[in-house]
């Protein structure tokens, strides 16, 4: 499998965001801007790099493409990414996971499906993207005071109307959930892996994600 080392190089600075060529997100240019910083972007794009997966800011440019990506990254268990692109009324999906510990060492391809979803989860999953006014939703949104700990970053991208946008959450499920108005995101994130028909998902002691 090819591997790319991600240079955060070229930075093309639109209004508050850079997108670099190599870089799997968009990279804030300030402290205020849209977008990831730039080790965040470098960090998480290493596990869609080993997983062979398309940057999807790149096909923002297609106003008529509808896909939507989930990446979980748990530090002590695989990295998992499942993306979904609508074909007509359905939804085609493809899912992923490395061997790895995403906090340590991402490991190598394990697993891979694609499928196409029937009517009705299509159907309900892109209800529930709407009704997330997914668009709307911070970059970034970290609690302070937990710098250092252990958890699960989960990463959802979606292209759509010929936007890109992502929304990085650390833990959601665990911490601060209702507090931090991530109920929806949550539900939906769960649905993806739900739907995935992967036969493994993340789970350690910080984190589980279970099967609807």
């Known amino acids: 499998m090819k591997s790319i080392a ?10 508050n965001v850079i997108f670099a060529g190599e870089s799997y997100f968009p990279i804030k240019a ?7 910083d730039a080790r965040m972007a470098e960090s998480y794009g290493q596990s869609l790099i080993l997983m062979d997966e398309p940057r999807l800011p790149s096909l ?15 530090a002590w268990g695989n ?8 074909e007509g009324r359905v939804l085609r999906l493809w899912a992923k996971r490395l061997d790895g510990k995403a906090g340590l060492n991402h490991g190598k391809l394990a697993e891979h499906v694609e499928r196409v979803l029937p009517q009705d989860d299509s159907d309900n999953i892109l209800q529930q993207l709407k009704a997330l006014k997914f668009f709307k939703m911070p970059a970034a949104d970290k609690p302070p005071g937990l710098d250092g700990l252990d958890g699960t970053e ?9 936007r890109y946008h992502v929304v990085s959450r650390w833990s959601p499920d665990k911490v601060e959930m209702k507090k931090r108005g991530l109920a ?13 028909g992967l036969t493994e998902v993340p789970k350690n002691i910080y984190q589980e994600i279970h099967r609807k």
């Open 6 to 15: 991600p240079t955060i190089c070229c930075f093309l600075s639109v209004t």
């Open 30 to 36: 300030s402290s205020h801007g849209d977008g990831l």
């Open 60 to 74: 923002a440019k297609d106003k008529d493409l509808v896909t939507y990506r989930f990446t979980i990254l748990p």
């Open 79 to 86: 990295a998992i990414s499942v993306r979904i692109r609508q």
């Open 154 to 162: 989960w990463i959802l991208e979606g292209v759509q109307n010929g």
């Open 184 to 196: 929806d995101y949550v539900e939906i994130c769960k649905l993806f892996v739900a739907k995935s």
